[in-house]
């Protein structure tokens, strides 16, 4: 299984904020990312982080990084339909990306 | 630049035949990988190449699989005698080395073994 654990779903009204977690396993990851991908295609980087930051903003985009506990979060502000999507968090691991399984990400009217 | 590109976007095979896929990186990166997606399931990685060498495979890729990057630019990855457990989305990105900004993933080639 993989490393990189997240939840499975998350369901959010239009115009709430979405906050999707992920544990990872190896503290001397360097960079951490969140990964999108919507229906039949590849996926999109949407962020990364460094793990000598604690958070990163990025227009409606906020992650937070608990290096102690492992733990990255990715906040959506003002989530849209457009967000509807599966959202993967990976770790630089031995010069390669590892991903969790993804959390879908479902914004009901 | 266009991106990194997969052909084909979909194939559909009988068991037991050979597939091959093709995957353009970025011109100036010189990492290419190669990810396998199954449903409900995060990309797994199968192997990468720095410019023209093979650095690293996967336990996941067994010997009926293979992989080329021949002149550091585009790569294929052909599965040979192929079996129903192969059908997934095949994903290829790419990256340069030294920068840790992610990788650019293609869209992908989607493999049905019927």
């Known amino acids: 299984g993989e490393d990189v654990e997240q939840s499975l779903f998350l369901s959010v009204r239009e115009g709430d904020s979405s906050v999707i977690n992920c544990t990872y396993t190896d503290s001397s990851s360097t960079y951490l990312y969140w990964y999108k991908q919507e229906p039949g295609a590849g996926l999109q980087l949407l962020t990364y982080?460094?793990?000598?930051?604690d958070m990163k903003q990025d227009q409606r985009l906020t992650v937070l990084l608990n290096k102690k506990d492992k733990h990255l979060s990715l906040r959506i502000a003002d989530t849209q339909t457009g967000d509807s999507a599966i959202y993967f968090c990976?770790?630089?691991?031995?010069?390669?990306?590892?991903f969790g399984a993804g959390t879908t990400v479902t914004v009901r009217a | 630049d266009t991106g990194v590109s997969q052909n084909p976007r979909h194939k559909i095979t009988k068991r037991g035949q050979n597939v091959t896929f093709r995957c353009d990186p970025i011109s100036e990166h010189n990492r290419l990988y190669w990810y396998r997606q199954t449903l409900g399931q995060g990309p797994e990685f199968l192997t990468y190449?720095?410019?023209?060498?093979?650095?690293?495979k996967s336990r996941l890729l067994s010997d009926r699989f293979s992989a080329e990057r021949p002149k550091g630019s585009f790569s294929t990855l052909e599965i040979q005698r192929t079996e129903q457990g192969d059908s997934a989305m095949y994903l290829c990105?790419?990256?340069?080395?030294?920068?840790?900004?992610?990788?650019?993933f293609g869209s992908g080639t989607r493999l049905t073994v019927v």
């Open positions: 982080i460094f793990s000598n930051m």
């Open positions: 190449f720095q410019n023209e060498a093979q650095l690293e």
């Open positions: 990105a790419s990256s340069l080395a030294g920068e840790n900004y992610g990788y650019t």
């Open positions: 990976a770790e630089m691991r031995f010069d390669k990306l590892s």
